[in-house]
């Protein structure tokens, strides 16, 4: 089995600073090659079955060629994610071949403008995301806001679902994780995140219920994981290499030519290292949480499939 879904970290470096993410730390460099080496990497994801990418970082926007880059996928059949933070969506919107990006996000953490600025550890921030939320509407472009839900920021979900139905944009929901014992004190409580699952049933929520159930239950099982890290999607870095086991635990970098070559072998081990016990980092859980709890992931995957920008 070949991951059909990719995290393209086209930078590790990120212009904020949020509170449960460390990526911003990272030195502040150039760290990626120039175009035309990143468009072999491209191909080569694309001829070992790629079938989604999603160009992350860090904050893509930081890439000159990002734009270029996408163009290149889409050229391909890829089909192009990224989500950005806005500080630079104004400027920079207008490079943008709309019909190849297959979804694009902004970052929301929080209703009040305040909060979201000190939570992103940017003045002015707030500012870009509105102008950005404009851009989108008048350019007829489409779009969703990415909430993460923390501890803190939780139970403005209504006042933000009210003011998503009222200017009709999708809202995606996405969960703050622990890594490296840095964040735990940020995720929601259980019994907080139950009431999450009620906004399934409202028009224009994406994320995964099946999600909550899983970390309601603890989280990963190293002895019987459902890890989908270099099985269903890879995450890797700007210069062709893959995050072994996975980005957030990342104990080395395996080549594209090492890594497609020999799959099976580097994928044996995913989920089962100490470290992976309780594990619940979304992005490696979703394409496989159908095998414990199919009915919500289904029923998720099916209001992903059907919703459409408010109308």
Not at 36 to 50: A, C, D, P, S
Not at 165 to 174: A, G, Q
Not at 188 to 205: A, D, F, T
């Amino acid at each position: 089995m070949k991951p059909f879904y990719c995290q393209y970290y086209v930078t590790e470096t990120c212009n904020a600073k949020c509170n449960f993410c460390n990526i911003w730390k990272n030195p502040k460099i150039a760290d990626y090659p120039d175009l035309e080496t990143t468009k072999k990497y491209i191909l080569q994801l694309k001829e070992n079955g790629v079938k989604y990418i999603d160009f992350t970082g860090g904050e893509p926007l930081l890439r000159p060629d990002i734009f270029k880059m996408i163009d290149y996928a889409h050229d391909l059949g890829i089909k192009c994610l990224m989500t950005t933070n806005t500080l630079l969506f104004p400027k920079r919107f207008h490079e943008m071949n709309i019909e190849n990006v297959y979804s694009l996000a902004f970052s929301i953490d929080s209703i009040i403008k305040e909060e979201h600025e000190a939570n992103r550890g940017v003045n002015g921030i707030w500012n870009t995301l509105m102008e950005s939320i404009k851009i989108c509407k008048d350019n007829n472009i489409d779009f969703n806001l990415l909430f993460t839900l923390t501890r803190k920021n939780i139970n403005e979900l209504p006042q933000l679902y009210d003011f998503c139905r009222k200017n009709k944009i999708k809202l995606s929901l996405n969960f703050c994780f622990d890594y490296q014992n840095s964040f735990g004190d940020q995720i929601p409580p259980i019994e907080k995140l139950k009431q999450v699952k009620k906004y399934l049933y409202k028009r224009g929520v994406i994320f995964n219920v099946g999600y909550i159930d899983f970390v309601i239950n603890g989280g990963n099982n190293i002895n019987k994981s459902l890890c989908g890290a270099l099985k269903y999607n890879i995450a890797v870095d700007s210069y062709g290499k893959v995050f072994y086991p996975c980005y957030h635990n990342k104990m080395y970098r395996i080549s594209f030519e090492e890594f497609f070559s020999n799959c099976s072998n580097f994928q044996v081990k995913s989920g089962s290292y100490e470290f992976c016990k309780g594990c619940a980092i979304g992005c490696y859980f979703n394409f496989s949480l159908w095998k414990k709890y199919p009915i919500s992931s289904i029923l998720s995957g099916l209001k992903f499939l059907v919703t459409k920008n408010f109308e």
